[in-house]
Nanobody
């Protein structure tokens, strides 16, 4: 099993930027497809961005496309989410997730990912 720990959340004004990190241990990150999900208060956890094992293929939810960028550094066992032009509706707990697959299929369902971090809070003030 891979263990995941997110960091980098915080409070930011609308229009600002944050970069989230997710550090993996226990297994080499390169064995996993990775994703960021988010969960706003009283809402379902939703897919935000995903990336294949090599970093060569990414996909995004429409709500974050053009504003968020997912990337990974397998040599550092770390996944990133650069978030720009943040909006109050981006306020949520952000989770990284891992699926042990080399497939390039753009998995977006929670059930596709077996490993989860504890989450990091992102709050965007208006």
């Amino acid at each position: 099993q891979v263990q995941l720990v997110e960091s980098g959340g915080g409070l930011v004004q609308a229009g600002g930027s944050l970069r989230l990190s997710c550090t993996a241990s226990g297994r080499a990150l390169e064995m996993y497809r990775m994703a960021w999900f988010r969960q706003a208060p009283e809402k379902e956890r939703e897919f935000a961005a995903g990336i294949n094992w090599s970093g060569g293929s990414t996909h995004y939810a429409d709500s974050v496309k053009t504003r968020f960028t997912i990337s990974r550094d397998n040599t550092k066992n770390t996944l990133y989410l650069q978030m720009n032009s943040l909006k109050p509706e981006d306020t949520a707990v952000y989770y990284c997730a891992a699926a042990r697959t080399f497939s390039d299929y753009p998995y977006t369902s929670r059930s596709d990912y077996a490993n989860w971090g504890q989450g990091t809070q992102v709050t965007v003030s208006s």
